[in-house]
């Protein structure tokens, strides 16, 4: 990778899943997520304010401010400075005024060892924020100890891409046939937490120890999360009953290993761990399997790629792109409100985490964090560092018995789980 600065484009159109993002944020549903680096020692402000004014010329992706354009909503280069960095003192993932922010659609924060990085989806997925909040940690570290400075040079990264490819145009092959379901499944409900409050719960596990558990039921990890999670659904929310309607959890899906490519923009797809409930005799191995067949099915490349030209072939069409974007808008949240009543969480896997061995002593564990979306209230996210894997429930809601199950059915398949919460449960 060069390591000279990128030329700032002036402008640049959204990608194809960003397009959706402006239309149906607010105050309520902000589309914004966290990721999260811990290091060994407490954070000094001050650096790593420097350390994001140094990294930040670098991405273009994070450089942009949002405009309205007759057609659609696109981006502009934000020539302000860096968004301050601030202590955290408010719950995660709360919607990002661009007009308190310098324009910026992202926000860095701190709290005693962890650095927040929080960004508003129409920039980027959660692949593309992991290489900045990286090179945001690398730069910060070299600041604290200028031996590091000495040893890797005050640049970024080899392996860190700045790549602002739009992989869903280049990737788009042909018109595809509708191929999401809209049946319509169970909606997790209970009592409200107030507004703009946020449950947090991390649960921390052995890398070795579940990959032990999912090995015996001849699963994979993310298969058997899925699976856990759905069961504890069954279990404490349906009771074990049958049901008219299927438990459906979105489950995000990174296309860059698929189609060969290192943007930094979104490029992911949807598919659904989709189980339906029709008889009351069903095992928790039952329902694992009936997931991980669910998700065989639907992750290969070659129904990936079906979604992907889905999705796009909508933005490509001629009549459609000369809609006005105000049109454009009403017609994509009522496609979004009817698609809403289809799921009923999300979970999301960023997979294992890599940093570069210089820096791995500094650096203690990575969390992500969902915010909900409306009829969603509670959501999953999983990450992994060294030999710790973290699954976060992220909850609008004060029951907590699904998450108590999940963590329990791992702990009877002879898991050892840390539980640790951000203390509104106790409210």
Same mark, same amino acid.
């Given at each position: 990778?060069?390591?000279?600065?990128? $030329?700032?484009?002036k402008?640049?159109?959204?990608?194809?899943?960003?397009?959706?993002?402006?239309?149906?944020?607010?105050?309520?549903?902000?589309?914004?997520?966290?990721?999260?680096v811990?290091?060994?020692?407490?954070?000094?402000?001050?650096?790593?304010?420097?350390?994001?004014? !140094?990294?930040?010329?670098?991405?273009?992706?994070?450089?942009?401010?949002? !405009?309205?354009?007759?057609?659609?909503?696109?981006?502009?280069a934000?020539e302000?400075?860096?968004?301050?960095?601030?202590?955290?003192?408010?719950y995660?993932?709360?919607?990002?005024?661009?007009?308190?922010?310098?324009?910026?659609? &992202?926000?860095?924060?701190?709290?005693?060892?962890r650095?927040?990085?929080?960004?508003?989806?129409?920039?980027?997925?959660?692949?593309? @924020?992991?290489?900045?909040?990286?090179e945001?940690?690398?730069?910060?570290?070299r600041?604290?100890?200028?031996?590091?400075?000495? $040893?890797?040079?005050?640049?970024?990264?080899?392996?860190?891409?700045?790549?602002?490819?739009?992989?869903?145009?280049?990737?788009?092959?042909r018109? @595809?046939?509708?191929?999401?379901?809209?049946?319509? @499944?169970?909606?997790?409900?209970?009592? !409200?937490?107030?507004?703009?409050h946020?449950?947090?719960?991390?649960?921390? %596990?052995?890398?070795s120890?579940?990959?032990?558990?999912?090995?015996?039921?001849?699963?994979?990890?993310?298969?058997?999360?899925?699976?856990?999670?759905?069961?504890?659904?069954?279990?404490e929310?349906?009771?074990?009953?049958?049901?008219?309607?299927?438990?459906?959890?979105?489950v995000?899906?990174?296309?860059?290993?698929?189609?060969?490519?290192?943007?930094?923009?979104? &490029?992911?797809?949807?598919?659904? @761990?989709?189980?339906k409930?029709?008889k009351?005799?069903?095992?928790?191995?039952?329902?694992?399997?009936?997931?991980?067949?669910?998700?065989?099915?639907?992750?290969?490349?070659?129904?990936?790629?079906?979604?992907?030209?889905?999705?796009?072939?909508?933005?490509?069409? &001629?009549?459609?792109?000369?809609?006005?974007r105000? &049109?454009?808008? %009403?017609? *994509?949240?009522?496609?979004?409100?009817?698609?809403? $009543?289809?799921?009923?969480?999300?979970?999301?896997?960023?997979?294992?985490?890599?940093?570069?061995? *210089?820096?791995?002593?500094?650096?203690?564990?990575?969390?992500?964090?969902?915010?909900?979306?409306?009829?969603?209230?509670?959501?999953?996210?999983v %990450?992994s560092?060294?030999?710790?894997?973290?699954?976060?429930?992220?909850?609008?809601?004060?029951?907590?018995?699904?998450? $108590?199950?999940?963590?329990?059915? *791992?702990?009877?398949?002879?898991?050892?789980?840390?539980?640790?919460?951000?203390?509104?449960?106790?409210?």
């Open positions: 990778m060069s390591k000279r600065l990128n $030329k700032t484009i402008w640049d159109k959204l990608d194809n899943t960003a397009n959706l993002f402006p239309v149906i944020v607010s105050e309520n549903v902000s589309n914004v997520y966290r990721i999260s811990t290091l060994t020692e407490d954070i000094d402000a001050e650096l790593l304010q420097k350390a994001l004014d !140094k990294i930040l010329p670098f991405f273009d992706v994070f450089n942009h401010k949002l !405009k309205n354009g007759i057609f659609w909503y696109y981006f502009e934000n302000r400075p860096a968004p301050r960095v601030m202590p955290e003192d408010t995660p993932c709360l919607y990002i005024n661009p007009y308190t922010n310098n324009e910026y659609l &992202f926000r860095v924060t701190y709290y005693q060892k650095i927040n990085l929080e960004v508003f989806h129409v920039l980027t997925d959660g692949n593309g @924020a992991l290489i900045f909040l990286k945001l940690t690398y730069q910060y570290l600041y604290k100890y200028p031996e590091l400075a000495e $040893k890797a040079g005050n640049t970024l990264n080899a392996d860190s891409s700045l790549d602002i490819e739009d992989s869903y145009k280049k990737n788009y092959i018109p @595809a046939k509708r191929s999401y379901k809209t049946e319509k @499944a169970v909606i997790l409900k209970g009592e !409200k937490l107030p507004f703009n946020f449950a947090i719960l991390h649960g921390y %596990i052995p890398v120890e579940i990959k032990q558990a999912a090995a015996k039921y001849g699963v994979t990890i993310n298969q058997y999360l899925l699976g856990t999670f759905t069961w504890a659904i069954y279990k929310y349906l009771k074990g009953q049958p049901s008219k309607r299927p438990i459906s959890t979105v995000p899906v990174n296309l860059r290993p698929y189609f060969n490519s290192n943007t930094t923009k979104n &490029f992911f797809a949807v598919v659904s @761990a989709y189980f409930p029709e009351d005799t069903y095992t928790f191995e039952d329902v694992l399997h009936i997931i991980a067949d669910s998700l065989k099915e639907q992750i290969n490349k070659e129904n990936l790629e079906k979604l992907l030209s889905y999705n796009v072939s909508n933005e490509v069409n &001629f009549i459609i792109r000369a809609v006005p105000v &049109f454009k808008s %009403i017609a *994509m949240r009522r496609i979004y409100k009817a698609s809403l $009543k289809a799921n009923t969480s999300t979970i999301t896997n960023l997979g294992v985490v890599s940093v570069d061995d *210089m820096y791995k002593e500094y650096i203690d564990r990575f969390h992500v964090v969902l915010s909900m979306s409306k009829g969603q209230f509670i959501k999953g996210s %990450i560092y060294k030999d710790t894997l973290v699954f976060t429930f992220s909850s609008a809601i004060r029951e907590t018995f699904i998450q $108590k199950e999940f963590f329990r059915q *791992m702990v009877r398949d002879g898991i050892h789980v840390s539980i640790e919460s951000n203390g509104v449960y106790y409210e």
